[in-house]
């Protein structure tokens, strides 16, 4: 123990502290001989009589002494002084005071056992008692962590500091959690990817330690499975990990990844456990200081008053606002996926058994009335219409025969045949003339594509192609059962087409009709409109989004009453 290592020991425990104003404390070293060690905090700054008298009387009696607040010269708040004393084996070896701010009644006892921490801490100092070179690898590494400005800062200095001085691949720092570690720090790594593979066998190397020994070694304790995993991943000859103890528990691991072609040795392990011993309570005070100052620097943001009410008035004003504007009415509209379809559908059919001779409109194609879109093979009807006209002039031939020979009779027999000639020959003639289908009015293909089957046989009835017209459209509307008693025909809408988003269409509800069964359409309903707005780029098939007016609501009953129905059904499907 040395008078730098006291001090340092001091400024840490007053920095942990909040309000801490000023401390000193002294400690007699072993040996008879030894001269008693005192120190000062702020550094080379003094310390009034009273807080030296209460060191004093710390060291002659058991437990901490309080002293009465008063007030200062200076006319601000009174201090607390608060003196402990430092033992080692039930032997008092000094002790330590402070001086703070006022704080709660409530907090007296956390600030006791920040002190039993940095004295049990301390007591771990005196009793070292390794050689130069151990107390200077300690000495360096309570430097890094004293000189960093937070815990994550003396991590990642410590870890460095014991790769490079011990000459290890790789040192890593856990904090121990309620479910498992956390890593603070790679002496290779200023960031630590939390999910990455090298991080997962670190936490798990760590967790091992814990449920078999505070001291790990591997390959010489046995062959757990953590560590030998960790080994062979990263190609190390030898991992150490370590517990660091802190009061009843402990702080966290230390693991320290090797590449030597020999073994750590006894005397390392030995160091390595003295380390452990002393930088647990270390870090452990460094994080329950920034715990409190994180704490304190809370509370006096809570205690300014002004800035209190003000938010308050805040969330008043702004809880204010939000009721009106959900009390206010707006209008309610009923909305479901739409599809635009023709208000008629003409059907071109087979009008005979054949086959499709060519095609020269397909779907999607704009048409004139008039306008050739398909023809059927005739030429098997044309054979046909000449052979009929054939038999129909030798049937006339021997009807004028009979009658010169008056076989009257047999005239009325041929005359009979050539009737019925005639009719097949009409009939004939009517089908040809049906072989070219033509559209029948103005209008657009939405249905058909016979370019892709020329020659294909067709029966008689079979739909060739679908008409629509132009300018006579209706809209198709999907609605949920539970919407479908909001809207009635004659109510108005706005039609959204994905195609044409920059320009919204009015209709009027004409027709609701329930949607064909199925799982899909189970519980929906179709409801059919008419456009008031004409368009000339208007296409059946196009698909948008429709709204239907269904009056005036509050905007709170809009946004909630989805979730009240279906908790009002769901409630009385349960209750019995």
Known sequence: MNQALLQSWLSLQCQAMPGAVSACARVHPRGEEAESLSVVWPVNGSTDEELRKLLDMAEQSDGAVTATPRARADGKGPLLRIAHPIDSDGEIKGAIAISLERIPDSQHRSVLRLIEWGNSWLGLLQHQSGNNEQEQL???????????????????????????????????????????????????SAQIPA??????????????????????????????????????????????????????????A???????????????????????THLGPLLALKRAGERRLSISGQRQQETRPHAALLRRALIAFLLLAAGLYLAGGDRYRVGGPAELEGALHRALIAPFDGYIASAHARAGETVARGTLLAELEDRELKLELRQLQGEQSELEKQ?????????????????????????????????????????????????????RSLGKPVKRGEVLLEVAPLADYRVAIEVAGRDIAEIDPGEHGTLLLAARPERPLRFTVSNIT???????????????????DGDEDLRPGLRGVAKVDAGERSRFWIWSHEISDWMRYRLWAWLP
């Open 138 to 188: 300690l000495a360096g590494a309570i430097q890094c962590v004293l000189q960093a400005q937070s815990l994550h800062h003396a991590a990642i200095a410590l870890c460095g500091y014991l790769a490079h001085r011990c000459g290890y691949e790789r040192v890593a720092l856990g904090l121990k959690r309620q479910r498992g570690y956390q890593l603070l720090a790679l002496s290779d």
């Open 254 to 276: 230390l693991c320290c990844e090797s590449q030597r072609a020999e073994p750590h040795s006894a005397a390392e392990l030995n160091q390595l456990k003295g380390l452990a």
């Open 399 to 451: 009807y004028r025969q009979a009658l010169a020979r008056l076989e009257h009779a047999q005239a009325r027999i041929f005359e009979a045949q050539i009737a019925q000639a005639e009719a097949r020959i009409e009939l004939l003639q009517q089908q040809l003339e049906r072989v070219r289908l033509r559209a029948p009015f103005d209008g657009v293909v939405v249905a058909g594509d016979l370019s």
């Open 195 to 252: 999910r990455s593979e090298l991080a997962r066998l670190l936490r798990s190397a760590m967790q091992e330690a814990e449920t078999r020994a505070p001291l790990l070694h591997w390959p010489a304790d046995g062959d757990p499975p953590a560590h030998h995993a960790l080994a062979e991943t990263e190609r190390d000859s030898a991992v150490v990990t370590l517990l660091l103890p802190a009061g009843s528990g402990h702080f966290g």
């Open 514 to 532: 329930r949607m064909p069964g199925g799982s899909e359409n189970a519980g929906r309903f179709r409801v059919e409109a008419r456009l008031l």
